[in-house]
């Protein structure tokens, strides 16, 4: 069973979908740790609440980016993670995290990119942009923020009394049925990536 670290910053509702599909013995792997880059950040409670293990890793801590990065890196290598899922993280990995989890690490971003990367605030900047149809993307990162190759996209309608929380709340139901889906591939060894393309093997008759 692979063993899955799941990094947030905030109310960790992805977090939570990834625990509850664990629970239902659909995710195919364990979540073994979760790190927050803030003592407040909700989704801590979550996972203490399925006694899932714990870490703060600050930025402010520490000297430099590179000095937070590497020492993220360190917990992650010392808690024996397979997968590392970055779920409304609010900061862009470095080299060293990068390196050490290469082709292992999925990021869920509220826009179906390339359009509306980066940021907080893709929802609205897609309402502002005038799209008749948004939705969530889940992606390998890799050193471009937002650009990684696409694993899934799902589609959501844009419409017309929409506004940047209403679509928020329609996009973040897909988010939540995307990313477990995504991590249960990647841990069955079905994900291949072949140069942007991502390719979703069969599954093994072991699996």
Not at 71 to 96: C, E, M, S, W
Not at 138 to 164: K, S
Not at 186 to 194: D, G, M, N, P, T
Request: proline share 4%; with cysteine.
């Amino acid at each position: 069973m692979k063993r899955v670290a799941v990094l947030v910053s905030g109310r960790g509702s992805n977090l939570q979908a990834l625990l509850d599909a664990e629970a239902r013995g659909e995710l195919g792997a364990t979540i073994a740790l979760v790190v927050a880059d803030r003592n407040g950040a909700f989704g801590l409670q979550r996972a203490r609440a399925r006694s899932v293990p714990t870490d703060v890793v600050r930025v402010r801590d520490f000297a430099t980016r590179e000095a937070w990065d590497e020492a993220l890196a360190a917990r992650l290598r010392a808690a024996q993670v397979d997968i590392v899922v970055t779920a409304g993280f609010q900061r862009v990995l470095g080299a060293a995290t990068l390196g050490a989890f290469a082709g292992r690490i999925l990021n869920i971003h509220p826009s179906l990119l390339p359009a509306f990367p980066g940021g907080l605030h893709a929802q609205a900047d897609a309402l502002a942009y005038g799209v008749k149809v948004s939705g969530c993307t889940v992606h390998f990162a890799d050193q471009n923020v937002d650009a990684g190759p696409i694993v899934f996209q799902r589609v959501v309608e844009v419409r017309e009394d929409d506004d940047a929380d209403s679509l928020a709340a329609r996009i973040l139901a897909e988010e939540h049925r995307a990313l477990p889906e995504a991590v249960r591939l990647l841990a069955e060894s079905r994900l291949c990536v072949e140069g942007r393309r991502v390719r979703v093997l069969a599954p093994s008759p072991s699996v």
